[in-house]
């Protein structure tokens, strides 16, 4: 949070200098994915700053030490020029591939702070859309970049691994830590929250299976389809999610706002950043925002181009890259948010994380792909092959079980990570064939000991 020199200091973007009204300061509505990201952020001295006599300057001075060093991952960010001087300088691949990778990490958090910022202007309904949309911008524009690059299994991959290192790994660990932190307490937490997001998580798995099963019906000749394909499925199935994501947002930010709504946390917190106002203005927070986005496209470009020779040059399939570690790199700063929520024993916030991103990315972000494909030609479809499926639906079967009772303990954090282990395990022995294609009629798959299963 700004210190009371810092409020004169931004008085520039501050209409007049006043300060930001109490019902703004209140009225934007923390989700639990924000709340998550502020647990990474640090209080900013603007001693030094506040000296700096010219206006214009010092204002700038205070945005840059906001930006980059309000994070407790600011010594990530060296490696943002370091992945685009080892790009031109033509480095080895992998290491543009790794340097990116870490590049992001700092990215995606800055950009849940930015969407905060310009909620605190623009009300709890539009912030808490900017934060629905934007929350897994490093998914979707990863996906966007591939689906360009006509690499569609790195796409269904990702978004797959994504939702299962939701469900299993960051839920997993936050419940397994909660649980060893706090052994004397009951750990309690609102079904409420839970059960929508499961619901919704369940209709988003049986958009996958339906394509899945539809093909193979048709194969096996239990029954014949002269005119529908498994594209066309496909299509219709990402536009009943997303009306289905339409009508989640209207339940969250409007009819149902307290049921996602996070409470603040203690003053004396010294590990958490709670803010009552804005510490950047409107104009400067859209502008880092966009420059933020275009940073971002700038790494996931490099990410999608060299994830191949990253494969080959460690020996791993891209798979298992594009499932396990994309995932766990891309979204590390909420992972770790989430499990320090869980370490106080704030399991509604953890929930709203973990839940709320693998619902975010199966029902917004894998079906907007899938539009976005048919938009470019491309043809993309939620036949995401069994494997994959089926760990989905079996991750989310669990999820759903492990929640049901509204209290948690160590022991069902450790049945999730056990389950994302193994799953992990089966991508890191499974290798793709170079020349398989969308996952339509599959062909062959090898594993690392170079036996063929049919």
């Known amino acids: 949070m700004a210190s009371a020199g810092y409020e004169a200091l931004e008085g520039g973007n501050l209409k007049g200098g006043a300060l930001i009204s109490k019902e703004m300061r209140h009225g934007h509505g923390r989700t639990a994915h924000n709340m998550s990201s502020s647990s990474l952020r640090k209080k900013s001295d603007l001693t030094l700053v506040s000296k700096v006599p010219w206006g214009l300057l010092r204002s700038l001075l205070a945005n840059l030490q906001e930006i980059f060093l309000g994070t407790k991952l600011f010594v990530l960010f060296p490696a943002v020029p370091l992945a685009v001087a080892a790009h031109y300088f033509h480095f080895g691949r992998a290491w543009v591939f790794a340097l990116s990778l870490l590049g992001l990490t700092p990215l995606a958090e800055r950009v849940s702070f930015l969407t905060e910022q310009i909620a605190y202007y623009t009300g709890p309904t539009v912030g808490g859309l900017l934060n629905a949309t934007c929350g897994n911008a490093t998914e979707l524009i990863i996906a966007i970049f591939a689906l360009f690059g006509g690499k569609i299994e790195v796409v269904k991959c990702s ?195 973990s839940l709320g991103s693998a619902t975010q990315v199966s029902m917004f972000v894998v079906p907007f792909s899938v539009i976005m494909a048919w938009i470019m030609g491309i043809q993309m479809d939620l036949d995401f092959k069994l494997l994959e499926t089926v760990s989905l639906i079996i991750a989310i079967l669990v999820t759903a079980f492990t929640l049901q009772d509204g209290t948690s303990h160590y022991l069902k954090g450790i049945v999730l990570l056990l389950c994302y282990i193994v799953i992990g395990a089966c991508f890191f022995v499974l290798k793709t064939p170079p020349n398989q294609t969308n996952g339509i009629n599959s062909g062959v798959l090898t594993t690392k000991s170079g036996v063929v299963v049919a």
């Not at 619901?199 to 299976?209: P, S, V, W």
């Open 159 to 353: 978004l797959v691994g994504s939702i299962l290192s939701n469900l299993l790994l960051v839920l997993g660990s936050s419940l397994f830590c909660g649980g060893i932190a706090n052994l004397r307490k009951e750990q309690l937490f609102d079904r409420k929250q839970a059960d929508v997001n499961s619901g919704l998580l369940m209709l988003g798995a049986l958009c996958h299976m339906l394509p899945l099963m539809f093909r193979y019906a048709v194969s096996s000749g239990e029954q014949t389809a002269a005119t529908v394909s498994t594209l066309d499925l496909s299509r219709a199935c990402s536009i009943v999610m997303l009306l289905a994501y339409i009508a989640y947002l209207f339940f969250q930010l409007k009819t149902h706002r307290q049921l996602f709504e996070s409470q603040e946390e203690d003053d004396d917190n010294d590990d958490v950043t709670s803010e009552d106002e804005a510490v950047i203005g409107l104009p400067s927070a859209l502008a880092w925002l966009l420059g933020m986005t275009i940073v971002i496209a700038i790494l996931s470009e490099y990410v999608v181009g060299t994830i191949e020779d990253a494969s080959e040059s460690w020996g791993i399939s891209v798979s298992f890259i594009s499932i396990i570690l994309l995932p766990i790199v891309g979204n590390a700063a909420e992972h770790a948010g989430a499990i320090i929520f869980a370490f106080k024993n704030k399991l509604d916030i953890t929930l709203g994380v």
